[in-house]
């Protein structure tokens, strides 16, 4: 099954591969096949020639904790169990909603940016491989073309200094079909880019009071993303979330902030028998999610990478991505001896530093 | 509020930023406005078009700690409770003068080297941003002209071989004004210039006898700057400094000494609770600042950082400088849920070395 | 003794000792001697002029555990005992089989794409050293090539979902006059190159009970290989394995796998007393295999390093590259104090981290 | 008195300085002065202008322990104590023999390659200097030269497998007056150069009975060099040693030996109150001696650091090398409040892994 989803490199003829792709002007057919590690190499030109002009982490922004986090990661190493080898199964759910691989793309504004199809497209690319998209700034538009796609949606509403935008867009998410709702709480202060704070003239931090308020303000799961710690977690399963994100926001939280993949397993012994435990930040391979999982977490969040896959080959790229995390998670998992998501909490973490 | 200190560089027409700069002959109105990432990379080609001549650390001479002391503060990290957000206040005072930035500018030479205005536009930038000036070798005139601009100033003087320009030097610091003395102890035996030890005809080990005399013969408050550990920590509360400044002295102290980073904690659990603790080398940012809060220390040194913002735009680059570190201070402060400089004290650093 | 093997660089003309081997079409007399570090060096380019594709470790596939392994063993250190030298002796047995040097080459396939000869020029090599030779995926033609060489010869068969394979296979290695068979259980779930899977349409798991038919279908001892952790050792001896291999199949097991080298002392105190425990992945000089034999191991498999050393002199640079280890592994066990293999488990070894 | 031995770099016109020594045809006069860095830096090539031909470590082989024992040491830091700053003598004896400095120079071979003169020069700067000399593989000649100048000689005789020569050469150093004798015993077993093996045919381990009666056949006190445990250390007193030296004999000892830094301590924890122990193997400045001093040793060996001194300036940059050991030893000791070098051994390190 894994094997269908590559072509080696070594069985194509020397730079044809590339060729065929460039001569169909940066698109991508079906026939197109690639590993995770040929995504990472080529979808970044190709979300750049869409006009993709941020950063990509990792960046040389001194005192992030994206280094860290990667490093810390690279770090845990688990044991496999070859003669106790199962065939497994990575689907899940994720608050209730179904999942073939647990993955989720994590919030982004400015789809816009990157042409009138690529949410669509990358909405396809996962409803196909199973996956959940989650949106961040944005409007209904998008709103409504997410859910048109069938893929199941989580909004994540900015922390807006003008509440009732919060309020506004909570309704406008359940009205239009989203499976989930949540919040930002690491852009109370703003947005890190680089070292500049952007937008913190409108968003802001916002009062227990208002948080309760807009928890119990929908029927939908509330999610509250960009906890790092035990403190944060604890408030978050009192004020009513049905699950929290632990992340640094890639880079775009607070500067030396605990690597997510440190916090991880802290915010799961103290939470994770109340609420699910999501992460993200870093992550690059199903052998990662396999080792968030072993950490306790109920799914991982892509984003940087799901445009880059979106670069490689649009929603085809998108699908192949996830896809290809889901059937590595599935090896390592039979490697592990674990049928399903829910023994992976058993798997025992090494971390060894070198 | 942090927002208005910075233009995002993407913001700008590509070049143009710089453009402007140097039409300008290396001026600097202030309508220009930069990150601390942006001072940092533009400040020290103004500082050596100015003529500063001399190595900026970190250096390559083998076993000074400096490198040591910048990757163990790298490798400590805070927890953010976002859902405990305060608006924060990063004022506070340094021996009972009142900063809005609990920054000093650590005690340089040679100002007029840089012009002859270099030390008054230093001094008014930080003046403009609420933070301390100090001073180390140089003569009156320097001590006047900084007092002049308002700024709070303290004297720290050198560990003179001849004693007598000891005493004229506290009681000169004191008839023009400033606010505190102080001496720099690591130079006992010199200044390391790389390896090459400088003025160690000129400086000298003082007696127990002459510190104490010293530090009785001004009514203003004695800073004892250069502590590394406890007993030199302890010895200067006896002898009955008011304040101590742990401190590598850039890396003119003493190779393979112990970095300021890993004695500051030692120093104030042995002697915090009688004297106000400093330190300085190797801080860049808001969020070190706040890591040395997190330790204990009342106030952070900027020397070299002080002068590249210098370079960067003289007194505006100073004064966006120390007010960079102060936004940077605040949003994290607010994201550690601590309202001011006192509660920082009480958040937990994590050391993750990887 | 050792110095009969070398040919120390420095007393040969500048750049001769080059010209004399690429004169003669890359091939070797007997008259030329290298060093370990020489082997390494010149291997490489003779091999991939014998038509070598594929990529030697390490590489740079994130995750893998090479790396780890590498660094964990290069930290590790011995600790002389010089008054207390000895004659050493490194001869040894595997599975009874009587060895010069405790070493095998690692099962690899693919032998005739190097041309007619190059595995009966290894066979040879590794015969003439004292070593044994494992072999892997292939056919009846190789294993009588490499048994009619007289090196003793293990097979390791390829746990093919065609379970009829498995047991053809161990027939026709008893009949042919192999000492020992095997199965690689890392491959149950296909072979990694890069991040690619290949092979796991022909390979999969296999259940308890074929493992357990297989191990007695055979007379001979029966290698389990790819154990990197206690449950799989221990559930190898249950089954009947007379050896286990701890092993991360070069990186063609699992990405983020325990590193061989760390998995070994676990593996040792588990099933050591009962079953013989051999070791590979990044090993490369005789003081490895003396870390080897003092973490528990009783041999030490060489699969790119003899290809390599192939390279550099086909059937004689096999058989110095063996020689080499045992003249370097008898060096240090000499300085060690340790006559023979089996006293070097009483060495201590001091993990260094820097 | 610091001051007199240096001339800053920035105080001579730029390039004048390298542009007046090559003039010289490499020579040098007194009025040249140097640094420890600039010692280093221009050193090198002087003596590979003198025909100089084997590695300087660290080398690139695998597996040698310099990296990690120059690392280790860079990981250690001591606490300054200035306000307790005390005039320091570095004077010491060795075995009795008093010393200005407490170094000696590691007893190499292969002088006369250097020219007539490179011994000679070497054991004048060495005695102007107030250090010792040590000899290693050479003749009576290279005695009686260096004794000659006055320098104090110790003999290091090799482990010769025919042991008459040992006694001879034994009583050959203790009649042309040499201060003490010794071996070095980790050349039992040759000479690494790279990872070749050599002199193995020359050199054997040597029974206890032969270093009983080599050791009281002599009336010098007897140094044992080579020691890296405490094994080696208890035998080396028990055979009637009155020193020892614990060191990785630069890269020439055995690979993935215990790190001289390491071992010290441990070799001080055994022997230290019955025998003085020394230390070489990466040791570059008078805060390495302090280390050195701080784990217990009583001396510190220099050996490719002293060729690289006489590269850059015959007598005089060996002169001048010592001499900056000494100065910046003695400004260490000051501000660690140590007068002299006994009073080093209660100085803390602390080690700091980054």
């Not at 057919?29 to 869409?50: M, N, V």
């Not at 919060?166 to 947005?191: N, P, T």
């Not at 590595?328 to 490697?335: G, I, L, P, V, Y």
Request: one cysteine or more; glycine letters at 10%.
């Amino acid at each position: 099954m894994v094997r269908n989803l590559v072509y080696a490199v070594s069985r194509l003829p020397a730079g044809g591969h590339h060729a065929v792709c460039r001569s169909r002007q940066g698109g991508m057919t079906l026939a197109d096949k690639f590993t995770l590690s040929e995504i990472y190499q080529k979808g970044e030109p190709g979300l750049r020639a869409a006009g993709y002009a941020r950063t990509l982490p990792p960046d040389a922004a001194s005192g992030t904790p994206l280094a860290a986090n990667r490093a810390y990661l690279d770090s845990l190493f688990f044991t496999p169990r070859f003669l106790s080898a199962v065939k497994a199964d990575c689907s899940s759910a994720i608050l209730g909603t179904p999942v073939k691989v647990p993955v989720f793309c994590g919030p982004m504004g400015g789809w816009s940016n990157l042409g009138d199809t690529a949410l669509v497209e990358t909405c396809r690319g996962l409803k196909a491989a199973g996956a959940m998209m989650t949106l961040g700034i944005g409007g209904s538009d998008d709103v409504q073309k997410a859910v048109d796609t069938g893929v199941p949606v989580a909004k994540i509403v900015k922390p807006y200094r003008n509440t009732d935008l919060i309020f506004q867009k909570l309704e406008d998410a359940e009205r239009r079909g989203c499976v989930a709702v949540g919040m930002d709480i690491d852009h109370f202060l703003g947005r890190l880019v680089g070292d500049t704070v952007d937008l913190d003239d409108t968003f802001a931090p916002q009062s227990e009071e208002t948080m309760r308020q807009a928890i119990a303000h929908t029927k939908l799961p509330f999610i509250i993303k960009g906890v790092l710690g035990v403190d944060d977690a604890r408030k978050a399963v009192d004020l009513g979330a049905s699950a929290v994100v632990v992340s640094n926001h890639g880079k775009a939280s607070l500067e030396s902030a605990t690597p997510a993949v440190v916090a991880l397993p802290e915010v799961v012994g103290a939470v994770g028998h109340q609420v699910e435990v999501y992460v993200d930040t870093g992550f690059r391979t199903g052998s990662d999610i396999v080792k968030a999982f072993a950490m306790g977490a109920k799914a991982v969040g892509f984003a940087n990478s799901i445009l880059i896959a979106w670069g490689a080959g649009r929603e085809e790229g998108v699908r192949q991505f996830v896809e290809l995390l889901g059937a590595e998670m599935r090896r390592t998992m039979s490697a592990l001896g674990c049928a399903d998501c829910a023994s992976l909490v058993d798997v025992k973490l090494q971390r060894i530093v070198t």
